[in-house]
């Protein structure tokens, strides 16, 4: 492990830059499934050549330790597979093995050979959070601890009719609707040991974040709270 150094082979974007086909948004919105916007479906039939061949000319690959130094964690990326994969530049030495292990393990080296896939591309390695806040409060002890007291988080949470704590997301804010996403737990046995989770009084805790669009939250969890996030089988285990 080489901590937070660029290694010996590792892939790295010489610049960021950001414009109406950013190399990583609209990707990450189609491998994560949030093609809402009727543009994206025109991005996917003329952006894959021009997307490539500008992509290619911002990835370097790491020769030298000396050359690593110039580089931060956040400029290392990874290939994401996809139409148009054989055309990607690969990382060097256990980066490259660690790649292609992972890819046969989550069984995906089919994908570019789909032509319904989304195009190649790459992910950074790290995402660093912006604007990053936290609230930790208790109300039986009637107790708030804000880290930012300019902007706290506290006033703005509120319950809703089943009683769980929430805040309004930005969508909400923008369009001063408030919306909800319940749909990831249907379940009534499900449901109830989430709901019995969120009811819990006692210590609250309440990050806020900005995340590049393709970022799950998730993962930022996982390291704040040291537990598994990914299987819903497991988050259903810790809440009962």
Partial sequence: ?????????DLVILDEEKGPLDLFEAPADHMNGEMTSVHHPEWLSIAGEKHMNHLRGKIHVVQTPEEGRRFSLEQ???????????RLVSPDGKMREASE?????????GLMKMKAAPPATYRRLVVRPRDF?????????????ESNNDAPIRPQLWEDQEGIMRQLSPLSVATGKNII???????????????????????????????PRGSAVTSALRE?????TLDPGAIFHLLR
Wanted: net charge positive; with cysteine; charged share 20%.
């Fill in 101 to 109: 292990r992972l890819a046969q393990e989550l069984q995906i080296e």
């Fill in 76 to 86: 290392v990326v990874l290939p994401v597979l996809g139409n148009g994969a054989e």
């Fill in 224 to 228: 704040a709270f040291q537990f598994a």
């Fill in 181 to 211: 996403a319940r749909n990831g737990i249907r379940g009534a046995e499900q449901r109830s040991h989430f709901l019995k989770a969120a009811r819990r009084s006692g210590m609250t805790c309440v990050l806020r974040m900005t995340l």
């Fill in 1 to 9: 492990m080489h901590g937070n150094q660029v290694a010996l082979g």
């Fill in 133 to 145: 806040t936290y609230c930790l409060f208790d109300d039986e002890r009637g107790w708030c601890w």
